[in-house]
């Protein structure tokens, strides 16, 4: 496959969920924000791979109680790979692709806005690609609201990340937003996605993790995960490859 990047601030889709998904070859990593059917709000976050190392991955419990991204077997720390994809407080479930996590819960926990807290933030240092650090901050207990934000690489000179965010409020049943690092044909990949408004058909978190599972391509996938918002890493639900 091939790279490219492209500039995309918000999209709107009627699109199902599953089809968004299964539309994307290979995704990268993806953050979801929903509500489902049954009235639940959670948070989704999900990894695939194209290298041997990437998909050797899992998503698990620290013993610190966060949730992390790391090797399956013991062959060493990759900053780019291994990450804390997870935390929670009581008031905030923060989650996504890298190290920034950390930072932006820590962030928060000072007393910052959550668009302040996903603020002068870096992507990943991987050129050409130059993968886009995404984050999700979910309020606890209940969810009204939810911030997601992107740091990309510009595509002009600048060095510099650009930052974009999306403030999401009161989702209805049934509403996601979704944030994927790539889309790819199965030829080409591309960075700088759109946030896609789209619907779920899940009642609750489980189903929920179901249709994410079964619509990634099962060649590319590695781990997914959805959150309740009110229960946060407690109620995690996760499925690993």
């Not at 194209?50 to 610190?64: C, G, K, Q, Y």
């Not at 240092?125 to 209940?142: E, F, G, K, S, V």
């Not at 199965?186 to 058909?201: D, L, V």
């Not at 189903?207 to 946060?232: I, K, Q, T």
């Amino acid at each position: 496959m091939t790279s490219s990047r492209r500039l995309s601030l918000h999209s709107s889709h009627n699109s199902d969920l599953a089809r968004v998904l299964a539309d994307n070859a290979y995704p990268g990593r993806g953050i979801l924000c929903a509500r489902t059917g049954g009235g639940g709000v959670v948070g989704s976050y999900f990894v695939t791979g194209r290298s041997e190392a990437s998909r050797e991955r899992e998503i698990r419990l620290t013993d610190a109680g966060e949730l992390a991204v790391a090797a399956k077997s013991d062959v060493g720390f990759d900053p780019l790979r291994h990450y804390i994809a997870a935390t929670a407080s009581p008031e905030w479930l923060v989650f996504g692709n890298g190290a920034q996590v950390a930072a932006v819960a820590a962030r928060l926990a000072r007393g910052e806005q959550p668009s302040t807290a996903l603020d002068n933030l870096e992507h990943e240092p991987d050129a050409p690609i130059n993968t886009d650090r995404i984050t999700a901050i979910m309020q606890r207990p209940l969810g009204h609201l939810a911030v997601m934000g992107v740091a990309r690489c510009s595509t002009g000179a600048r060095r510099a990340s650009n930052i974009v965010t999306m403030t999401v409020r009161d989702l209805e049943p049934r509403e996601a937003v979704l944030l994927t690092t790539y889309r790819s044909n199965g030829q080409t990949i591309a960075g700088g996605q759109p946030f896609i408004e789209t619907g779920c058909a899940a009642r609750d978190g489980a189903e929920l993790l179901d249709e994410v599972w079964s619509a990634l391509n099962p060649a590319y996938r590695v781990a997914a995960m959805v959150l309740p918002v009110a229960a946060g890493l407690d109620g995690a639900l996760v499925r690993n490859s």
